[in-house]
Nanobody, 124 residues
């Protein structure tokens, strides 16, 4: 059974940077597309970024494009989310997710495995 564990969240000020990590176990990591989603209080979970398996093609939500970078290190079964120029509206719980058979990369429904989430709070 696959397991994802996020780390790296915290409290930062507007304009600061954070790097989130997500370590995978119990699944063949190289076979999975990986994604990051976030959920702010009172809002639905939303897509942030995704990276394909093998080739590493990336896709970002418009709200984070140019500020966030997703990457993966297959040798360590880990996916990262580098977040720069953070804004108060980036405050949310960030979730890592893994998809092997999904085709709609920005939909949470297409991801089979999820982490427990890590809190990111950006103070203005």
């Amino acid at each position: 059974q696959g397991q994802l564990v996020e780390s790296g969240g915290g409290l930062v000020q507007s304009g600061d940077s954070l790097r989130l990590s997500c370590a995978a176990s119990g699944l063949t990591f190289v076979d999975y597309r990986m994604g990051w989603f976030r959920q702010a209080p009172g809002k639905e979970r939303e897509f942030v970024a995704t990276i394909s398996r093998r080739v590493g093609n990336t896709l970002y939500a418009d709200s984070v494009k140019g500020r966030f970078t997703i990457s993966r290190e297959d040798a360590k079964n880990t996916v990262y989310l580098q977040m720069n120029s953070l804004k108060s509206e980036d405050t949310a719980v960030y979730y890592c997710a893994a998809s092997r058979i999904g085709v709609k990369f920005t939909s949470a429904d297409d991801y089979e495995y999820w982490g427990q989430g890590t809190q990111v709070t950006v103070s203005s």
